[in-house]
């Protein structure tokens, strides 16, 4: 049906910068709102950012001034530039994205996970 990937992780050292795509594929109509979330070893998932489909963004006070989220709607495709980057940060990121798509000829809303990128910050 609908597959999300996501690519850019890796370590960096605190003060560095990373930027994490994401891109969805399948039989996808239109994908409407798409976020990205963090757990790190012994917590929830959490929210960082959100951006729908017009591109009013949020962000979790933890992000904000540091982090940017951005989308490229014709190639279903969300970005997360990530500056500034501190210990407190490592997590696996995920992509999420709630996704119109088709099934059997009709269209059906959902929302998916992608399998997650591992973000370090360390020296």
């Known amino acids: 049906q609908v597959q999300l990937v996501e690519s850019g992780g890796g370590l960096v050292q605190p003060g560095g910068s990373l930027r994490l795509s994401c891109s969805a594929s399948g039989s996808i109509f239109r994908t409407n709102h798409m976020g990205w979330y963090r757990q790190a070893p012994g917590k929830e998932r959490e929210l960082v950012a959100h951006?729908?489909?017009?591109?009013?963004?949020n962000y979790a006070d933890s992000g904000k001034g540091r982090f940017t989220i951005s989308r490229d709607n014709a190639n279903e495709t969300v970005y997360l530039q990530m500056n500034s980057l501190k210990p407190e940060d490592t997590a696996v990121y995920y992509c999420n994205a709630d996704v119109v798509f088709l099934v059997s000829a009709n269209l059906r809303t959902s929302g998916f996970w992608g399998q997650g990128t591992q973000v370090t910050v360390s020296s």
């Open positions: 951006i729908t489909i017009g591109g009013s963004t």
